[in-house]
């Protein structure tokens, strides 16, 4: 089903053959119903300015979730009750999801792929990310703004508490943040930052990140600027770094590009702790099952090639290589060759596709793979 057809049927323009085919394509399968309920908030939020000024939550539910019963009553399907539930509340071009639940009470999932802001009233709101969008306070103020890729904190508003908001990227995209302070972050690939809305004065600057980002942080010799990363805390003034921390991978890795920063593991004595400078051109890598971290130099292309979409190997075992190649491209990629595991690849890639990538490997060694009914990417031992 294309996208035309689909926005054709969400415009009320579709003949009645036309709107049969698209509620039997959405009803067949969980993925379908996903992808028409994000289309059609997207659409709803595109137009907001061309059609109204307010949207009545209620009427919005209740209009869809009678469309769902119809559909329900006529196929005996329940695919489209854990989706179809959104209620979308519009701020410009950007929108907000809220779950209601419909029949078995289950909730509505936020859509996979979505980049997600939470705010400090839970209230979870989907980054179109060729869109518009303001981001408000609990009274109503103007905090920060999104432009496309980009969001921007505004130093203005005047609070007297931390107040904190939660960015989220999922696999196969990177988002742009810039902070109160005018510190810039660029997240890659299912990866999230906790960050306050605005500093407060006389109190340090303070992150909290899942994943992997790139940091500009503003100068401020008064405030230290402090990323909490798993198991790593990197503290800073102004300058420029990278630091890789997947809650799955065994090291939390901190590369220096400019300036300065002190490494120290999160979980020592405060009175106790060992701190670590490092120096440009360096990386401070520290392994979470002992806490240890260790000082190499780096080659900072390698590990900051992916802010411009590049990803980068060099004598990589491929083991380590299939959870890059999976929140680059969101595919899921199952091994079911083991003697590939310690296969070592040296290898760059920009635009080229997963397929293209997996051929380029094939040429130092044969890699069989195919997708599954599920769209698992499996390579297969021959």
Do not use: C
């Not at 039997?24 to 992808?35: E, G, P, T």
């Not at 709101?125 to 869109?131: D, F, K, L, R, T």
């Not at 009274?139 to 960015?167: C, F, H, M, R, W």
């Not at 120290?264 to 401070?284: C, I, V």
């Amino acid at each position: 089903m294309s996208t035309e057809e689909i926005l054709k049927y969400i415009k009320g323009d579709a003949s009645t053959e036309e709107a049969k085919q698209v509620e039997d394509w959405i009803i067949s399968s969980d993925l379908n119903a996903k992808k028409y309920n994000l289309l059609k908030s997207q659409f709803i939020a595109a137009t907001f300015n061309q059609t109204t000024d307010t949207v009545e939550v209620g009427r919005e539910y209740e209009a869809f979730s009678k469309k769902a019963q119809q559909i329900k009553r006529i196929q005996g399907l329940r695919s489209l009750l854990k989706y179809a539930a959104s209620i979308i509340l519009v701020f410009g071009t950007g929108y907000i999801l809220y779950t209601a639940n419909l029949d078995d009470q289950e909730p509505v999932p936020i859509p996979e792929n979505a980049i997600t802001l939470q705010t400090a009233d839970d209230k979870i709101m989907v980054i179109s990310e060729n869109g518009t969008a303001q981001v408000l306070d609990k009274q109503g103020n103007i905090v920060g703004a999104q432009s496309g890729s980009k969001l921007v904190y505004d130093n203005a508003p005047v609070l007297e508490e931390l107040v904190y908001n939660t960015l989220t990227v999922p696999y196969g995209k990177t988002f742009d943040l810039q902070l109160s302070d005018g510190t810039k972050v660029t997240l890659n690939a299912g990866s999230s930052i906790k960050y306050p809305v605005k500093f407060l004065k006389d109190i340090h600057r303070e992150v909290f990140l899942i994943g992997e980002a790139f940091f500009d942080v503003a100068h401020d010799v008064e405030h230290q600027f402090v990323v909490n990363a798993d198991q790593m805390d990197i503290t800073v003034l102004g300058t420029k770094f990278n630091v890789s921390s997947y809650p799955e991978d065994a090291m939390v890795n901190t590369v220096l590009v400019e300036g300065s920063v002190q490494i120290s593991p999160t979980d020592e004595d405060q009175d106790m702790k060992t701190n670590t400078r490092l120096e440009p051109g360096f990386k401070a890598s520290l392994e979470k099952s002992n806490g240890q971290v260790t000082i190499d130099e780096a080659d900072i292309s390698l590990h900051t090639a992916w802010i411009n979409g590049k990803i980068v190997f060099r004598h990589t075992p491929f083991k380590n290589i299939v959870k890059k190649l999976e929140r680059h491209y969101d595919v899921e990629i199952i091994n079911n060759n083991q003697l590939l595991d310690n296969e070592v690849f040296t290898a760059s890639f920009d635009i080229e596709t997963i397929e293209e990538v997996l051929a380029t490997f094939s040429k130092t060694y044969p890699i069989h793979y195919q997708y599954n009914e599920i769209k698992q990417l499996v390579i297969n031992s021959n």
